[in-house]
């Protein structure tokens, strides 16, 4: 959301930050925007938990115990907290729609539930079919930072696709890192996800590609706006996360590399937001 903004000050047709900071309206957009994202990713992790825990998966799992299935809060009560959060997403996505006008949006938010109910959810999950990769590229890349460039300007540019491909694979390689991590725990569960299908030593090698591939899309925003090239100071968190990935086999190395991931993730986009909004200021 964060970078989507910051694309969708580059793009204002009004002046860039200028034009953008006139509009009260872009402002509670995305601000909008940001209680859907949160809400979305809260609600999942939940009802992620619940649906695992239920399944008996989480009685194999060697990371931090989960809700559910160490049994310490019911699995309604989880439950019904991940539903809490996907109509706060609702909510606040109706009064994007409402405020944009755009109303095919409902339909890409309905689907974004659908998915993150789906991905261990319902009878035959599709995070348990490899296709969790897939998932969190569209929804945490392509639909999050081109999603929110459209609800605040009404359009997308090439800048904004560079951004939205390259925190689509950084959401593909916090996956790919936590299945790295609990491969062999989901191999004996049958969960079979990507990494449990190409094996571990491939799974190594698409975590370090997922991890570098958004410094290539890079080049895009750097070929307008020199100063972006800062979103690379990110590196300093993400390479060490790929070492740990590519050679560790210990479980708490591998959560420390995920957490790294989602630092670099975060350094990324926050700088290169930042960069691109600015440019439109001198």
């Not at 200028?18 to 992790?45: E, F």
């Not at 959401?171 to 990507?194: E, P």
Request: proline residues 4%; aromatic residues 8%.
């Amino acid at each position: 959301m964060i970078l989507g903004t910051g694309v969708a000050v580059a793009a204002d047709p009004d002046g860039g930050l200028a034009g953008y900071a006139a509009r009260d309206d872009h402002a509670v957009v995305a601000l909008l925007c940001l209680v859907v994202a949160l809400s979305l990713q809260i609600g999942v992790n939940f009802t992620n938990d619940y649906s695992d825990g239920i399944r008996g998966t989480d009685a194999f799992r060697v990371g931090p115990s989960r809700l559910t299935g160490s049994g310490r809060v019911a699995p309604r009560a989880v439950l019904a907290v991940g539903l809490a959060f996907y109509a706060l997403a609702v909510v606040a996505g109706i009064a994007v729609v409402l405020i944009t006008q755009l109303w095919w949006m409902v339909i890409v938010g309905a689907l974004a539930i659908v998915a993150a109910w789906y991905y261990t959810g319902g009878r035959r999950p599709y995070g348990y079919r490899a296709l969790g990769e897939i998932s969190v590229f569209v929804f945490f890349g392509l639909v999050a930072v081109l999603g929110t460039q459209l609800a605040q300007v009404g359009h997308t540019t090439i800048d904004g696709w560079a951004c939205a491909v390259a925190l689509g694979l950084f959401a593909c390689g916090a996956l790919m890192v936590n299945n790295i991590r609990d491969f062999l725990t989901d191999r004996a569960a049958g969960k079979r996800t990507l990494a449990v299908r190409v094996g571990l030593p491939a799974a190594r090698v698409l975590y370090a590609v997922f991890m570098t591939a958004p410094y290539v899309a890079l080049v895009v925003p750097v070929l307008h706006e020199p100063t972006a090239l800062a979103a690379a100071l990110s590196l300093a968190v993400a390479l060490p996360a790929v070492r740990i990935g590519r050679t560790s086999t210990q479980p708490l190395a591998l959560i420390k590399a995920l957490q790294l991931t989602s630092f670099s993730s975060l350094a990324f986009g926050l700088i290169l937001a930042v960069a691109l909004a600015l440019s439109t200021a001198r």
